[in-house]
T-cell receptor, first 113, second 114 residues
Framework: SAVISQKPSRDICQRGTSLTIQCQVD?????MFWYRQQPGQSLTLIAT?????????ESGFVIDKFPISRPNLTFSTLTVSNMSPEDSSIYLC??????????FGSGTQLSVL | DAKTTQPTSMDCAEGRAANLPCNHS???????VYWYRQIHSQGPQYIIH???NNETNEMASLIITEDRKSSTLILPHATLRDTAVYYC???????????????FGQGTELSVKP
């Protein structure tokens, strides 16, 4: 298993502001991903966080809106920029451990007013 | 990655086997079948995955048809704590630097009832 710490666990933000979510893993991992889960919906992959290079974004997600950093093999951040109420979601960090298994953090519940 | 089709919801009696079907008729030869579940307010949890052969672990069994176009996740003795959304995902694998990823569909909401 993996111990994944996400901060903050929840936040309420004002429209137009930005929030940075941190994901810390207890050991080095090769692959890290960021997902979004809108209310009542399934998970949507935002991007793959690549260590030492730019993140790989999925269709519909852009770097200006969701900048991602991954400075080392245990840490990544996702910023939600210029927020609107439509960004209200749970944001989840996930990491790949041995044998094709993805482990997920407990998520950051974001509400935008 | 191939798409999957799952029933929206299912019920199961506590103590009975829960059989969750998944259709993936467009699966490619190098794509795996993964199952995850998400209990309310938690992050998804890995259950099991397989390529061709049936697989079993401490949580569940995965039965893949010979033509690989469908599969069934079996929870042998369902408990109330197994109530969750179950996701069947098909992917060519999570291989570093080869663009591997898991795309979640809508899943099956399983309700285990006393």
């Amino acid at each position: 298993s993996a111990v994944i710490s996400q901060k903050p666990s929840r936040d309420i933000c004002q429209r137009g502001t930005s929030l940075t979510i941190q994901c810390q893993v207890d050991s080095q991992v090769t692959m890290m991903f960021w997902y979004r889960q809108q209310p009542g919906q399934s998970l949507t992959l935002i991007a793959t966080a690549n260590q030492g290079s730019e993140a790989t974004y999925e269709s519909g997600f852009v770097i200006d809106k969701f900048p991602i950093s991954r400075p080392n093999l245990t840490f990544s951040t996702l910023t939600v920029s210029n927020m609107s109420p439509e960004d209200s979601s749970i944001y989840l960090c996930s990491v790949l451990r041995s044998n094709e298994k993805l482990f997920f953090g407990s998520g950051t519940q974001l509400s935008v007013l | 990655d191939a798409k999957t089709t799952q029933p929206t919801s299912m019920d199961c009696a506590e103590g009975r086997a829960a059989n969750l079907p998944c259709n993936h008729s467009t699966i490619s030869g190098n794509e795996y079948v993964y199952w995850y579940r998400q209990i309310h307010s938690q992050g998804p949890q890995y259950i099991i995955h397989g390529l061709k052969n049936n697989e079993t672990n401490e949580m569940a069994s995965l039965i893949i048809t010979e033509d690989r176009k469908s599969s069934t996740l079996i929870l042998p003795h369902a408990t109330l704590r197994d109530t969750a959304v179950y996701y069947c995902i098909v992917s060519r694998g999570l291989i570093y630097n080869q663009g591997g990823k898991l795309i979640f569909g809508q899943g099956t909401e399983l309700s285990v009832k006393p």
